[in-house]
């Protein structure tokens, strides 16, 4: 099928291994998409611990414009910043601050994982939230701030105190602990935070074995991106997000 339409994501460095093939499940016929990474400022080996510092120098990374500049010239409709804790970690309106600076570099409309979680939340009619994040305490009070300074209340916040290995974790062990330790019955919904947390195999699953709606970051990062171009954001087995209308945000 030919692409109708086309969409970019700028990661926080270069992809890792089984990012291309998470993003492509969540990606409709008829769109094509292209991830550019901000280059590396640290030694291929070595990945850095993810901390406050370091969250907070990703997202006032010059280098964000600079990868973004390069996907006009690939055709893409609109761009995703797809880090969820880059695009928090300096609190209500950091988010923004990152999607302006895209579009101010690139003349796209452009969004981020926060800011696409919490509309995605409001669009299944979520207000009581229950967390699943793989960062460290300091990080996860930062996500539940964010996101109660966005009206949401967050009944509980699972943190897995990982520093690095997140796309590691196996779906089916994310599986466990929301269905074990995350999920609490005056939640409303469940949010899977960190794009690096795999999720397209579990996703209707977990709303089947819950009965709540379930967000994952990469899941509301894609839908939000594809909701910006106008482009349709239905598939099967992905959760109802992506049986939820598109329409783009006024």
């Not at 969250?55 to 990374?61: I, K, P, R, S, V």
């Not at 797809?82 to 409309?109: M, N, Q």
Request: charged share 20%; net charge negative.
């Amino acid at each position: 099928m030919v692409p109708i339409h086309t969409i970019g994501f700028v990661w926080p460095g270069p992809p890792v291994p089984g990012d291309a093939e998470e993003v492509a499940r969540f990606i409709p016929d008829g769109v094509s998409w292209h991830i550019v990474g901000t280059p590396r400022d640290f030694a291929n080996d070595d990945r850095p611990a993810i901390t406050r510092d370091r969250l907070f120098a990703m997202a006032e990374n010059p280098n964000i414009e600079a990868a973004a500049a390069t996907l006009p010239g690939l055709g893409v409709q609109t761009i995703g910043y797809g880090c969820t804790s880059a695009s928090y970690v300096r609190g209500v309106g950091g988010d923004t601050d990152i999607s302006a600076r895209i579009t101010e570099a690139t003349r796209l409309p452009s969004t981020t994982t926060s800011t696409t979680a919490v509309e995605a939340l409001r669009l299944l009619g979520v207000t009581r939230v229950a967390v699943l994040s793989p960062h460290v305490d300091e990080l996860n009070e930062r996500l539940r701030r964010f996101l109660e300074g966005h009206g949401l209340d967050v009944v509980h916040m699972r943190g897995l105190n990982k520093l690095r290995g997140i796309e590691q974790i196996p779906q089916e062990e994310i599986y466990e602990l929301v269905v074990q330790l995350v999920d609490r019955p005056e939640a409303g919904g469940i949010f899977i935070s960190c794009t690096g947390m795999r999720t397209s195999n579990i996703l209707s699953r977990l709303e089947e074995a819950t009965g709540k709606p379930v967000v994952s970051a990469l899941q509301a990062t894609i839908w939000g991106t594809l909701r910006l171009a106008d482009a349709p954001a239905e598939l099967p087995g992905l959760g109802s997000l992506f049986q939820a209308p598109v329409a783009a945000p006024a």
